[in-house]
Structure formats: C-alpha cells, structure tokens
C-alpha cells in the first residue's frame, strides 16, 4: 500500500513541476508581449 502511495505523490509532484514549467512559459510569453508593447510605445513617442 505504501508503494502506491509513494507513487502517487511521485505523480502528484510530476505533475505540479509540468504546471510549473507552463506558468514559467507563460510568463515568458506575456513578458514578450510586454516588451513588444513598448517597443511600439517608445518607437511612437519618437515620431
């Protein structure tokens, strides 16, 4: 019974670093954006 607790939490922890990995992904994503966003911004302050 042990085991399958052990592997069960071996899972639980597997899957909580994948969510992790899909929010650090994510941030990334919409840091990107951001930094588009004012690339735009400081290249229309310019004009």
């Known amino acids: 019974m042990a085991y399958q607790s052990e592997y069960a939490l071996e ?9 992790l990995n899909d929010e650090r992904i994510n941030i990334h994503n919409i840091e ?3 930094n588009e966003y004012l690339k735009e911004l400081g290249a229309l302050k310019h004009v």
């Open 11 to 19: 899972n639980e922890v597997l899957q909580q670093l994948e969510d």
């Open 32 to 34: 990107s954006e951001i």
